[in-house]
């Protein structure tokens, strides 16, 4: 198993190693698929699969990927604790032998990456994601970055790891440069708490007090290819910013703004409460709800100032965020309305950087 095209993991030196391993102990070729845990994300095939696994192992070995709308590709593992269908991806769920490979990273909802997220969102039906980015679970405090002690997400992944099984977990943790700085085998959980507690050494950063405004970006592609995910750098500079302030991110866009479940919902979103109050109404649900309800946490605490070619500037504004022809023009806006004295504290790489303030709140 490995992640898709929006987590930057350096596959082509991850792979072979693990390939080489099963096949040193005698698994052939032929017996081995490369499954891709998209989640809710559209399929990477041709190109995009090359340049993430490399054109020899792209050409070499079945590859899947995992679709999550469709039904008869998902084995039913019964219900969770909580009463909801575990639907996962069939070929995972039938293989002999499972391995997961990922990428450690803090994670705006379920508190870091990697582990059970590879499975839990990676490999399960829409309808386990109905429940999995349900309000009930995302309007917890605890949904959110760097905490795993009692985040419902991380729980409720976990429990769905477990029941789909996983034999073996390699994952990486790696740098500014997206150099590997820490390689955590083994055990799922053992493994991922070793890699988390190394992730937070160099991913939580003291924060003397919150400030009226936030300068951070969307670490680059693959975490700005879109307004989707640019949301995640949003979400990351709540800790530092002070109620009523103004977060300023940095985004390419180049593959505009998202899904058309999520556009649509944006355009037509009229007001964070209203939104709120439908999306909990007992029975609904629409794909992509989860960005937009922790878009409407951003919205909540103050204004968004966004940067970024990809989208034109009309859409942006209907995307409840304000345009900027450059960052430094957004911090002329910023400092006109918060004053010339305002503090400012700049994020360079939003989602893998937890603001941490001294004072604990």
Known sequence: MICDVTRPVPNQVILPQVIAELEAAGIPPEAITILVATGNHRPNEG??????????????????NHHSDRDDEQACLGDSRQGVPILVDRTYVEADLKVITGLIEPHFMAGYSGGRKIVCPGLISIKTVNYFHSPALLE?????????DGNPLHLFALEVAHRAGVDFSVNV?????????????????????????????????????PAEIV????????????????????????????????IIIAAELS?????????????????????????????????????VEMLCRVLRAGDVMLVGSGVPPDE??????????????????????????????????????VPVPRNGK
């Open 47 to 64: 190109a995009e699969l090359e340049a993430m696994i490399g054109a020899d192992l792209a050409a070499g070995y079945r590859v899947v």
């Open 140 to 148: 917890d405090p605890r949904a959110t970055n760097g905490v795993l």
């Open 173 to 209: 943790v790696i740098d500014a440069a997206r150099n590997i700085c820490g390689v955590f085998a083994g055990e799922l959980e053992t493994a991922h708490l070793a890699g988390v507690e190394f992730c937070n050494t160099i991913s939580a950063a003291p924060l003397d007090e």
């Open 215 to 246: 300068v951070t970006s969307s670490a680059g592609y693959p975490l700005d290819a879109t307004y989707y995910q640019a949301v995640k750098g949003m979400v990351g500079a709540l800790p530092a910013l002070k109620p009523g302030g103004t």
């Open 255 to 291: 593959e505009g703004i998202g899904g058309p479940e999520f556009r649509d919902m944006l355009f037509d979103m009229r007001d964070l409460d209203g939104f709120m109050s439908k999306i909990q109404a007992p029975g609904f649900f629409i794909k992509d709800q989860w960005e």
């Open 316 to 353: 942006l504004r209907r995307c409840h965020v304000t345009p900027q022809p450059t960052v430094e023009a957004a911090v002329a806006e910023a400092l006109a309305k918060h004053g010339p004295e305002a503090r400012i504290v700049a994020i360079p790489s939003g989602p893998y950087l």
